[in-house]
C-alpha cells in the first residue's frame, strides 16, 4: 500500500519526511538579520536590490504535532518579517496585482504602508475595499489572483516567489484585531429603506457591508445557528478560526447590521413575502452551493460514506474532534479513503487526520498537476501523512452484512486528451482494479445548489445547473432581487464571492436610490 509522506503516524509506520525549521523565532531572527543589513528601511531601495531580498515563509506549526491538534497551521509574519516581505514589492505604476483581485484591493499602498510600518494605515486601506480582510489574508488563492500577476514573481520566473499579498493582508488584520481596538466604518444617515440579505457567507456579510454603509437598514437571514456560511461550516478549523469569523461578523454588528440565525428563506419567510408582506424594498440571495455531489456508484449509502459537507460541518461547526463534549457524532474511523482533488478534500483529509484516523487515502483521478487544490494545501496534506493514490477513481463502495464500509475498489487511469476544461482527460485501464481496505469514504467531488429556492420562488430564473441566473451586478428575472456568490457561480471560492457582493451592494443601491 502507498505511504504518504508526512510526519504523521499512520497504522504502524512512521511517515518521514523532510523537516525544515518553520518556527517563528527562527525565521524572525533571519529577516531581522536582513533587515539590519538593509539599514532597517525599505527607503531609496532600486528594483534589483528589492529583487534580492528573500522571500519570506510562512511560521508554521510541525507537521508532525500540528496534524494532531485544531489548532492554525499558519502562524503569520512578525512585524520584521511583514516589512521585510512588503520591501520586496516594486510599487509598479501600472499596479498589476490589482487587476487580479476580485474585491480590487489597494495593494500597491497597502503593502508600501507595512514596508514604511504604517500598520494602521494598510488595514485602514483595505477596509474600505474588504470588511474580511483576516479571512481574506488566510483562504484567499492569491498564487491564481493577485499574486499570479505580481512583476516580481514574473521577474523571478516563479509565482511562489511573487510579493506574499495574502499573508502582508493578513498580518495587519491580525494585529488590528489583536490591539482590540478594531475600527468601525463609517454609515451614512438612515435612508428608511430595509434591505434583507439571504445567506451569511462572504457574499452575503460584503453585500451587507456596503449596504450598510449607504445608510439603509439591512438584516442577514441565516439557516444555521452560526453565522458565516461555508467559512464556519466549511473551512476547518485549523485554515481558519472561528474566533476570527465571529470577530468579522461583530464588526457589521457595531454597523448595525441585523442578524436573524435559524431562518430558512423558502420555509421561515419566501423571497416574496420579504418583499410583499415584511417591509423589504430589496433582497440579496446569497445561499452559497450546499448541495454535496455523489458519484452515483455501488455502496454509497453504507454506513460510513459521508459527504464531503457532512463531514466538515460535523467537525467544524459542530466541533466533533470535541469528543464527549461535541454536540454531534462522527464516525470513529481507522482508515479514511476521501474522493476528489480540491481545496475541500483537502480539508475533509486533513480533518480525517485530526479527529483520529491512522491512515488517510486522498483518491484523485487526475495527477497532482491537474488538481484544482492550493499548492499549500496540497504541500500541508502531505506533510501531515495523507497519501495520494492518483490517476485514481472510486468504482465502488464494499460493505459488510451490516451496511457497514468494510473498503473501497478502485480503478487504474491514464491521462487522455484534454477535456472542455482544458485539463487532460481521464482514461480507465481495463482490468487495473484494486481495493482500499478502508472504513470510512468521503465524497469531495463539489456541489451543486440546494432546490428550495426554486420550488418556493415563483418568476426568479435558474440555469440548467440550478443556479440562480444573474447580469454581471448581480439583478435577477425579479425586480428588486440580487444574487451573489456559489448561488451564482457554482462552487467558487471565498474572494470571488466577495466580489460579487459588492457589485451587486452598488446596484442594489443604485436601485434603492431610484425608488
Not at 521577474?155 to 481596538?181: M, N, P, Q
Not at 466533533?320 to 476521501?338: C, H, Q, S
Request: net charge neutral; charged share 25%; aromatic share 6%.
Amino acid at each position: 500500500m502507498q505511504l504518504g509522506e508526512g510526519g504523521c503516524r499512520t497504522g504502524s509506520a512512521k511517515i518521514t519526511m523532510e523537516h525544515h525549521d518553520t518556527s517563528k523565532e527562527r525565521l524572525d531572527s533571519l529577516a531581522r538579520a536582513k533587515w539590519a543589513e538593509l539599514g532597517g528601511s525599505a527607503e531609496g531601495l532600486k528594483p534589483a536590490e528589492r529583487l534580492r531580498i528573500p522571500s519570506q515563509p510562512m511560521p508554521s506549526q510541525p507537521a508532525d504535532v500540528r496534524c494532531k491538534n485544531m489548532s492554525e497551521v499558519a502562524l503569520g509574519y512578525t512585524e520584521t518579517m511583514a516589512r521585510l516581505e512588503a520591501a520586496r514589492c516594486l510599487q509598479c505604476p501600472t499596479q498589476p496585482c490589482v487587476s487580479g483581485c476580485p474585491v480590487e484591493l489597494p495593494i500597491r499602498d497597502f503593502v508600501k504602508a507595512i514596508a514604511q510600518g504604517d500598520f494602521g494605515g494598510a488595514i485602514g486601506m483595505i477596509k474600505e475595499k474588504s470588511l474580511l480582510p483576516s479571512v481574506c489574508g488566510r483562504v484567499c488563492p492569491q498564487e491564481v489572483q493577485c499574486q499570479s500577476l505580481c512583476t516580481v514573481g514574473k521577474a523571478l520566473k516563479d509565482v511562489g516567489k511573487a510579493v506574499a499579498i495574502g499573508r502582508l493582508e493578513r498580518f495587519v488584520a491580525d494585529l488590528e484585531r489583536s490591539s482590540g481596538k478594531v475600527e468601525v466604518p463609517s454609515v451614512a444617515a438612515s435612508t428608511g429603506k430595509r434591505v434583507a440579505i439571504v445567506g451569511s457567507g462572504p457574499a452575503s456579510l460584503t453585500c451587507a457591508s456596503d449596504v450598510r454603509r449607504a445608510g439603509h437598514d439591512v438584516t442577514v437571514f441565516e439557516a444555521f445557528h452560526k453565522f458565516g456560511g461555508v467559512m464556519v461550516y466549511g473551512i476547518p478549523e485549523f485554515r481558519l478560526p472561528k474566533a476570527i469569523v465571529e470577530s468579522e461578523v461583530d464588526t457589521l454588528r457595531r454597523m448595525g447590521v441585523k442578524f436573524r440565525s435559524n431562518m430558512l428563506i423558502g420555509r421561515s419567510y419566501t423571497v416574496h413575502s420579504l418583499l410583499e408582506t415584511e417591509g423589504y424594498s430589496a433582497v440579496f440571495l446569497g445561499t452559497g452551493a450546499g448541495l454535496p455531489h455523489f458519484m452515483g456508484i455501488e455502496g454509497e449509502n453504507l454506513v460510513g460514506v459521508f459527504s464531503a459537507n457532512e463531514y466538515l460541518t460535523r467537525a467544524n461547526l459542530m466541533r466533533a474532534y470535541e469528543r464527549g463534549r461535541a454536540a454531534t457524532l462522527i464516525v470513529e474511523a481507522r482508515r479514511v479513503a476521501v474522493l476528489g482533488g480540491g481545496n475541500v478534500a483537502m480539508d475533509a483529509a486533513r480533518s480525517a487526520l485530526r479527529l483520529g484516523a491512522e491512515e488517510v487515502y486522498l483518491v484523485y483521478r487526475r495527477t497532482e498537476v491537474e488538481m484544482p487544490a492550493r499548492r499549500e494545501e496540497v504541500e500541508h496534506a502531505r506533510e501531515e501523512g495523507v497519501q495520494f493514490h492518483l490517476l485514481r477513481n472510486a468504482k465502488r463502495v464494499l460493505g459488510n452484512e451490516r451496511g457497514q464500509v468494510i473498503g473501497l475498489e478502485c480503478l487504474k487511469y491514464e491521462l487522455g486528451e484534454p477535456d472542455a476544461s482544458g485539463r487532460r482527460s481521464p482514461v480507465p485501464i481495463q482490468g487495473s482494479e484494486y481495493v482500499l481496505d478502508v472504513d470510512a469514504v468521503i465524497v469531495a467531488i463539489g456541489n451543486g445548489s440546494n432546490p428550495l429556492l426554486q420550488q418556493t420562488t415563483p418568476g426568479l430564473e435558474f440555469n440548467k445547473r440550478g443556479n440562480i441566473i444573474a447580469d454581471e451586478r448581480g439583478a435577477t428575472s425579479i425586480p428588486g432581487v440580487f444574487a451573489g456568490g456559489d448561488i451564482v457561480l457554482g462552487a467558487a471560492t471565498v474572494i470571488l464571492a466577495m466580489g460579487q457582493g459588492r457589485r451587486a451592494a452598488a446596484a442594489i443601491n443604485e436601485y434603492l436610490a431610484e425608488l
